[in-house]
T-cell receptor, first 116, second 115 residues
Framework: EAQVTQNPRYLITVTGKKLTVTCSQN?????MSWYRQDPGLGLRQIYY???????DKGDVPEGYKVSRKEKRNFPLILESPSPNQTSLYFC???????????????FGDGTRLSIL | AQKITQTQPGMFVQEKEAVTLDCTYD???????LFWYKQPSSGEMIFLIY??????QNATEGRYSLNFQKARKSANLVISASQLGDSAMYFC????????????FGTGTSLTVIP
């Protein structure tokens, strides 16, 4: 089954404790992306990647890191989490090349992160 | 400036009626794509419909259609014959091809279908 898998689905942790949210897709998609969703703000793009070893900042990259060492994986790293990073996080992927815009993104089920 | 604007935080529609969800966008990129997603209360994001900036005809997918008015930079979603299962958050999104393919989402419209 074609899917984007995020882990964990839920996490409660404390300020400053490094954490990683994993994202994996089995559709051989070039494009992968991370979003955070906050009430009243919609989804905001954190980082995205057009292909392996290529990553770019979205609208809200501060406090986050990503890497794209393999095509299928795109982990989101919070080196020193803070309470303002409490949010619902989505990973997404699409079969997108640089020249075409018509492919929808496939989303993971989301990770609800609480930083105390 | 907001790239995607959804001015209706909440909408109500009677079952079996049609409803239009508004979306306006801001871009100087001649090549872009517009998307609508549905997010039910269970939280997953479901792709509904796509419209490309060069598409001559409005996109349709079953009960969903996109009223694309390029000069006005609007891409409204029309849901015909509303069903109770249509109650959800709806997000409009845009991808700018020349601007590094970054995606922008609106703040969403919460649709409630009344029996």
């Amino acid at each position: 089954e074609a899917q984007v898998t995020q882990n964990p689905r839920y996490l409660i942790t404390v300020t400053g404790k490094k954490l990683t949210v994993t994202c994996s897709q089995n559709m051989n998609h070039e494009y992968m992306s991370w979003y955070r969703q906050d009430p009243g703000l919609g989804l905001r793009q954190i980082y995205y990647s057009m292909n392996v070893e290529v990553t770019d900042k979205g609208d809200v990259p501060e406090g986050y890191k990503v890497s794209r060492k393999e095509k299928r994986n795109f982990p989101l790293i919070l080196e020193s989490p803070s309470p303002n990073q409490t949010s619902l996080y989505f990973c997404a992927s699409s079969s997108q090349t640089a020249r075409y815009s018509n492919q929808p993104q496939h989303f993971g089920d989301g990770t609800r992160l609480s930083i105390l | 400036a907001q790239k995607i604007t959804q001015t209706q935080p909440g909408m109500f529609v009677q079952e079996k009626e049609a409803v239009t969800l508004d979306c306006t966008y801001d871009t100087s990129d001649p090549s872009y794509g517009l998307f609508w997603y549905k997010q039910p209360s269970s939280g997953e994001m479901i792709f509904l419909i796509y419209q490309g900036s060069y598409d001559q005809q409005n996109a349709t997918e079953g009960r969903y259609s996109l009223n694309f008015q390029k000069a006005r930079k609007s891409a409204n979603l029309v849901i015909s014959a509303s069903q109770l299962g249509d109650s959800a958050m709806y997000f409009c999104a845009m991808r700018e091809v020349q601007h590094d393919n970054q995606f922008y989402f609106g703040t969403g419209t919460s649709l409630t279908v009344i029996p």
